[in-house]
């Protein structure tokens, strides 16, 4: 094997996925009660199109698109809705969801199933991924058709798809690759059928050798990637991969490509060929604070608490609960919030596990100003948002942050540079002297 | 779950490097100690009594400092002040009083960091500062007090003497009692004067004179660049301040702090290649005659290069602008060993790239991802 491709900066916190990644996928049946949160999707939530009482199936939309960067929502299970409220979200604070009483978990198939999707026109495969409401299964969750509706002045010529998984812990992706190879080639090829591309890839860390050998032995073409952090990021993945740098402020389709993540790829399969709205997802279970890490398929709106205890429930003593990656996960203070579309993975870590939190003053070791992928200097934004000095810190460039937290991470001083950094953001946007973001 | 569990809040990143500013400090105090062993070796142990007492009154120092501004007094065992007492012993001779480090240990926390409101917020290197501030103020004290190698040991048959220069090659040189208890860099600075002294006599008509002073530099010029000098420059045997004798032990201590990561090689290589390659355009008595290696191996740009230039809080943190730094000091370094009042000007010239440091990493900010294209 060559040399694997890398980006410039990063940093390589332990993985600790060995924790999770020989664990095959368990598949859970929907519990009881399903909480579906109507803001899964990156942008306007659905507006709710049942009401109290309805009786819904498996499948049926019971939130409507609600603008362009939308998508409607499904109910992943037979039941009736018990109420229409703003619950505890994993990735934001509050959001809207129905709550439905689960009776089966059948049918579900509420399109016509496309056993040849090359029959159908790119349009059309286009429309069936909205409807579908296929959004990114990588952790942002933008909305997939989106991405595959370039304006008409933009040429796509690769499809990259991301295997990368370089959060620690999450082992969701990995497991997919392994399990369920053939579903994600398809949706690769929907996907590149859709956008009318003939180049595709898929970039792998290389501390998933087993998955780049089986997809490579299914005649995928694999860019083994080093691994650092954040490797999966879509504009360090570009750079890794084709060797192009997404102008700053700008989309990967201002250099002609599309990234897509492997669950996203697998989501987009089942909605084509089967018919299906994407319902569910596979999420991993970790931390040394459950008693058995494993990888889960669950459906949305299942509670974080009923995959802690398929994990084995918690063991020990449990200092944070974090759904998505270490790195750019949000920390919970509840169990009680539903699966989402984009979670990827549910953590319970353990005091040794977690950051010790105790910050002192910038020694201007640089370590930050290496690692960053972006190439900022967030020891001087930091210290800069600290006393307020906005204009040096947009100077700095903190606008083009994408808070991956990798300084943090390396921050000898302990210093929220993440958090110091999106309040400059935020000062900055206010002002609304930013240079173009 | 029945119960219901609470969880702790915080921002990502929930992981952290075991890397922590403390750990930082020790692993540079533990770099400085290959250099301690020779310090004391060399110099007996008077220099080892200088560096511990200068090292004490920077900590203590350090924690009045904290309690008096109520300021967590912690801060005064991050090791940052023990880094500190010991870079200030570093840079005086072995042979000053006792009070003179602990009063310029004491300055250097005081006035060179607390006062600048502690770790991380100093603009120029407290050790370097303390030093500045006794070469101001005992300026005889500081320039002179230079040990021969081992002459505590041995008394005055020590075999060395403080100029460096072997006893085979000083026995033959013409005025080589002039230069004796002179440090190497002094000893150069005498031959500049020499070339000075015998254009003077040219001037004068006094071809003679002339012809014997210039001979006695260029022969003088000729000792210091021989292999035996460069020799005892490495190892250490050598008069100059405490910590900066021994190239060898202090590299030792430069490849630890490199292998502990702690090291970033920009700062001390581009300042080590600065000075060389200055030495060679203008170190010399005319232009690009100079000897490096002499120069590199002389005074203390060895120590000032890995301990003092690479001092993270008063250097840039951008990758171009710790080249700039580096050269920067390289540049003023040998204008002031060459043209300056004193022979060596390593401390001085980082002095003044701190002062400048804010606006190298403001006018070397690294070009945003995606930025060169997006405006190209």
Not at chain 1, 3 to 31: E, Q, W, Y
Not at chain 1, 160 to 189: F, K, Q, W
């Amino acid at each position: 094997m060559t040399k694997p491709s890398t980006f410039r900066g990063g940093t390589h916190p332990p993985g600790h996925k060995d924790l999770s990644s020989g664990s095959p996928i368990v598949r859970l049946p929907a519990p009881e009660v399903v909480t579906v949160p109507l803001c899964q999707h990156l942008g306007a939530p659905s507006k709710p199109v049942v009401t109290k009482g309805d009786r819904v199936v498996r499948g049926q939309e019971i939130g409507a698109q609600n603008g362009f960067i939308s998508l409607p929502t499904h109910s992943p299970v037979n039941g009736t809705v018990k109420d229409i409220k703003d619950l505890p979200m994993p990735h934001r604070r509050s959001g809207p969801a129905v709550v439905i009483e689960t009776e089966s978990e059948d049918g579900g198939c509420v399109f016509e199933p496309w056993s040849d999707h090359a029959s159908h026109s790119p349009a059309e495969i286009i429309d069936r991924i909205k409807q579908a409401g296929v959004c990114g299964m990588g952790g942002a969750s933008f909305p997939t058709y989106v991405k595959l509706s370039p304006p008409p002045d933009k040429t796509i010529d690769t499809l990259i798809i991301n295997g990368v998984e370089c959060e620690p812990y999450l082992t969701a992706d990995h497991r997919l690759m392994l399990e369920n190879p053939s579903d994600m080639i398809l949706g690769m090829e929907m996907l590149a059928y859709a956008l009318g591309v003939e180049r595709c890839m898929i970039g792998i860390e290389v501390n998933k050798p087993d998955a780049i050998e089986l997809l490579e032995s299914m005649g995928v073409s694999v860019v083994p990637l080093k691994v650092s952090y954040p490797q999966g990021a879509e504009k360090q993945l570009i750079d890794a991969t084709v060797g192009r740098e997404v102008p700053a402020g700008g989309l990967p389709m201002d250099v002609g490509v599309v990234v897509q993540n492997v669950g996203t790829a697998a989501a987009v399969a089942c909605a084509v060929r089967d018919g299906m709205p994407s319902m569910r997802r596979i999420v991993t279970v970790t931390g040394l604070g459950v008693a058995s890490p494993g990888n889960f398929e669950a459906c949305v709106g299942t509670p974080f608490s009923d995959l802690i205890e398929a994990a084995g429930g918690y063991s020990g003593d449990v200092e944070r609960l974090i759904s998505g990656g270490p790195m750019m996960g949000m920390a919970l203070f509840t169990d009680g919030v539903p699966v989402t579309k984009g979670t990827s993975g549910v953590l319970a870590l353990e005091p040794g596990e977690v950051r010790e939190v105790s910050e002192g003053p910038c020694i201007r070791c640089g370590k930050c100003v290496d690692v960053c992928p972006i190439r900022l200097t967030p020891s001087i934004i930091a210290t800069a948002a600290e006393y307020e000095r906005w204009t040096i810190a947009r100077d700095f460039g903190a606008l083009n942050c994408m808070a991956c937290g990798t300084c943090s991470y390396v921050c000898p001083s302990g210093r929220y540079l993440v958090h110091y950094i999106k309040r400059a953001q935020d000062a900055i946007r206010a002002m609304g002297t930013g240079k173009e973001a | 779950m029945a119960q219901t569990r609470r969880f702790e809040l915080a921002i990502s990143p929930h992981v952290g490097s075991p890397q922590t500013t403390r750990k930082i400090m020790f692993d540079v105090v533990i770099a400085l100690l290959p250099a301690l062993a020779a310090a004391t070796w060399f110099f007996g142990p008077g220099a080892l009594l200088l560096v511990a007492l200068s090292t004490a009154t920077a900590v203590g120092v350090e924690y009045i400092c904290l309690k008096f501004m109520k300021r967590p007094v912690s801060f005064a065992f991050d090791g940052s002040a023990v880094v500190t007492g010991i870079l200030l012993a570093y840079n005086v001779p072995p042979g000053v009083p006792w009070w003179l480090p602990v009063l310029g240990s004491a300055f250097a926390i005081a006035v060179g960091k607390q006062a600048f409101g502690g770790l991380g917020h100093n603009i120029v290197n407290p050790a370097l500062l303390g030093r500045a501030f006794l070469m101001a103020s005992f300026p005889i004290l500081m320039t002179a007090g230079w040990a021969a190698p081992e002459s505590w040991r041995t008394g005055e048959d020590c075999g060395w003497d403080t100029n460096a220069i072997v006893q085979e090659e000083l026995a033959i040189l013409p005025g080589a009692d002039a230069i004796s208890g002179a440090t190497p860099l002094n000893v150069l600075k005498q031959t500049f004067d020499l070339d000075e002294s015998s254009r003077t006599a040219l001037a004068e008509g006094e071809t003679e004179v002339a012809a014997e002073l210039e001979a006695r530099a260029v022969s003088t010029r000729s000792a210091l660049s021989s292999s035996g000098t460069y020799a005892n420059l490495f190892l250490g045997r050598r008069g100059g301040c405490i910590g900066e004798t021994s190239v060898l032990l202090l590299l030792i201590g430069a490849v630890y702090l490199f292998a502990r990561g702690v090291l970033e090689p920009r700062l001390p290589l581009s300042y080590l290649g600065a000075v060389a390659v200055f030495a060679w355009i203008f170190g010399g008595s005319g232009w690009f005659d100079g000897d490096p290696l002499f120069h590199v191996l002389a005074g203390g740009v060895v120590l000032g290069g890995f301990f003092m230039v690479s001092d993270m809080v008063t250097t840039p943190v951008t990758p171009k602008g710790r080249i700039i730094f580096g050269i920067g000091a390289g540049l003023i370094t040998m204008i002031i060993r060459r043209w300056g009042g004193y022979p060596e000007g390593c401390s001085y010239s980082i002095l003044l790239m701190n002062l400048v440091t804010p606006l190298i990493d403001r006018f070397t900010k690294p070009k945003v991802f995606g930025e060169v294209k997006s405006n190209g």
